[in-house]
């Protein structure tokens, strides 16, 4: 029922309010996050919340399994502007374990539209394949493939001809790779960490 939205909206407004009269106006008056959060759309993954930032403290891009597809328009728009305009100092990735994108790309089933996408997620697992194939316990290949994906997502972030055009000038952002468990709430660094065209090449 949509009315539980805004009901919950409400109480959120007034609950603000209460802690900081100014909270709104002084959003009103424009953005400047630090952080671009690249991550999963999965519910349970919402980045502002997971990290305890306010509204304003996050630019986000979410998509199945929190890919960075080097002709997803969307996906380049957003780090673009995130990049250009907003300058935030770090991008992070951040994959997550239980991730219903994962588990589909190691399944073969058909999943009818969804193919497009999840074949980019298998994609990854075939540039990885050796890596990945010798794990022979489940949960641990779906888990290592998280984070080989997250690995592989802040690469390709770092191939983006202006993403180095700022590194070239001595500029940001800085990318980073994370994972998060949805078991038991906690982020954990997957110490990924690109400042420098030298540094994604070395990956
Ligand atoms: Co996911």
């Known amino acids: 029922m949509p009315q539980q939205l805004i009901d919950g909206n409400r109480e959120w ?3 603000m309010n209460r802690e900081d009269p100014q909270f709104f106006s ?3 008056s424009g953005q400047k996050p630090r952080y ?4 999963c759309s999965d519910s349970r993954v919402p980045a502002n919340m997971i990290a305890d930032k306010l509204p304003g403290a996050i630019f986000v891009h ?3 399994a929190n890919l960075v ?3 997803d328009l969307n996906l380049l728009s957003v780090v673009y502007y995130a990049v250009h305009f907003l300058e935030v100092e770090h991008i992070i990735v951040c994959g997550h374990y239980s991730c219903g994108g994962i588990k589909a790309a190691l399944d073969t089933k058909p999943l009818g539209f969804l193919d497009g996408w999840i074949g980019l997620i298998r994609n990854v697992y075939t540039k990885n394949r050796k890596a ?3 794990i022979e316990d489940p949960v641990e290949r779906e888990r290592a493939f998280t984070e080989i994906n997250v690995k592989q997502q802040v690469k ?3 191939r983006i001809q202006f993403v180095r055009d700022r590194w ?3 500029e940001r952002p800085h990318i980073h790779g994370m994972v998060y468990d949805v078991a038991d709430g906690l982020l954990r660094d997957l110490e990924v960490n690109v400042k420098s065209a030298a540094e994604a090449d070395a990956l």
């Open 62 to 64: 979410r998509n199945i």
């Open 156 to 158: 390709n972030l770092s």
């Open 26 to 28: 002084t959003l009103a």
């Open 13 to 15: 407004v007034e609950r």
């Open 69 to 71: 597809v080097e002709t």
């Open 168 to 170: 070239a000038n001595g």
């Open 36 to 39: 671009l959060w690249i991550g």
């Open 132 to 134: 990945l194939d010798n």
